[in-house]
């Protein structure tokens, strides 16, 4: 029995290391890729294609460093819970399980509060640089205006549904929402961008 609980703690160490590097991979691959569209986007000519690029890579940046410190304070929750479950002599010879260890409502809010704060200013940024092409063409305003309404309604969609997630307390589903508001709302941006510069280049 003793062999088997040490194998037991041998196996949950090496998972815990397998996560530990397949995390520390994929946010290698996209601190790379960020470094490269900073790249791509230095050696563009100063206009506002580029000041518009700038906002989104920002904006994409802030939103990563976000979504690490709410993935890393859950990870050091259940490390500490982890740390407890084992020090505890009545547990000795069984299995910890992070099952149902999540961040408190308070602290979810917390993290939704910023993302929506960092969503709120990059779409009023946004709107504001594109504004500077779509005065000069306000025939065109009405399809812009499509544009945006196309996207507002997946948007407020899948925020009414994060919102039914919460209620829930289905932290995963509010999560992959949230991605995917994210996602929305970077794609509503460079559609406008697209629409803002093809007619800027027909002046």
């Not at 949950?12 to 290698?28: F, G, I, P």
Request: proline share 1%.
């Amino acid at each position: 029995m003793k062999e088997e609980d040490e194998e037991s703690q041998e196996l949950d160490k090496y998972k815990l290391l397998v996560d530990k590097q397949a995390r520390e991979k994929k946010r290698s691959e996209e601190d790379a890729q960020l470094a490269i569209d900073e790249a791509w986007v230095s050696m563009q000519e100063d206009s506002l294609q580029k000041r518009l690029n700038i906002l989104g890579l920002n904006y994409d940046k802030q939103m990563m460093q976000l979504e690490r410190q709410q993935e890393d304070e859950l990870i050091k929750l259940i490390e500490d819970e982890r740390t407890k479950f084992e020090a505890n002599p009545a547990n000795k010879g069984k299995k910890f399980d992070p099952t149902g260890i999540e961040l408190s409502p308070e602290i979810i809010s917390k993290y939704n509060a910023q993302r929506k704060k960092l969503m709120d200013s990059f779409l009023k940024e946004n709107d504001k640089m594109s504004k500077e092409v779509g005065q000069k063409y306000q025939s065109d305003a009405q399809k812009r205006l499509e544009i945006e309404k196309r996207y507002n309604k997946d948007i407020e969609e899948l925020n009414r549904q994060r919102t039914e997630a919460e209620q829930r307390g289905d932290t995963e589903r509010v999560q992959n929402l949230e991605s995917s508001i994210r996602k929305a709302t970077v794609e509503k941006a460079k559609s406008l961008l697209s629409f803002d510069f093809d007619l800027l280049k027909q002046s």
